[in-house]
């Protein structure tokens, strides 16, 4: 962990391209990415971050939205505690 804080590789991951090959001469090929995308998570991790996939439209999202916040929530209280104990704004987030 913290090798990869001071700027290391992932290891593991590498974040290259691929060609996806329409097999058709009316369109070019596309260059894509080539990690996972599990379309079925609602916090997928894809390969060096999590993404957030929003609910279908048949769905409730206050769930997701609140779980968000929550999160937040909770790293802004870590940061104000931090600052409010007298670390620097910069220290604080770094």
Do not use: W
């Amino acid at each position: 962990v913290d090798a990869i804080i001071a700027g290391g590789e992932l290891l593991g991951y590498k974040a290259e391209k691929a060609t996806a090959n329409p097999r058709s001469t009316a369109a070019m090929p596309a260059i894509c990415g080539v990690e996972d995308r599990n379309r079925t998570a609602p916090f997928p991790f894809c390969g060096n971050r999590f993404e957030f996939r929003a609910v279908g439209s048949s769905q409730n999202c206050s769930l997701p939205i609140a779980m968000c916040n929550t999160i937040m929530a909770s790293g802004m209280s870590c940061l104000s505690e931090l600052i409010e104990g007298g670390m620097s704004h910069r220290d604080a987030v770094a």
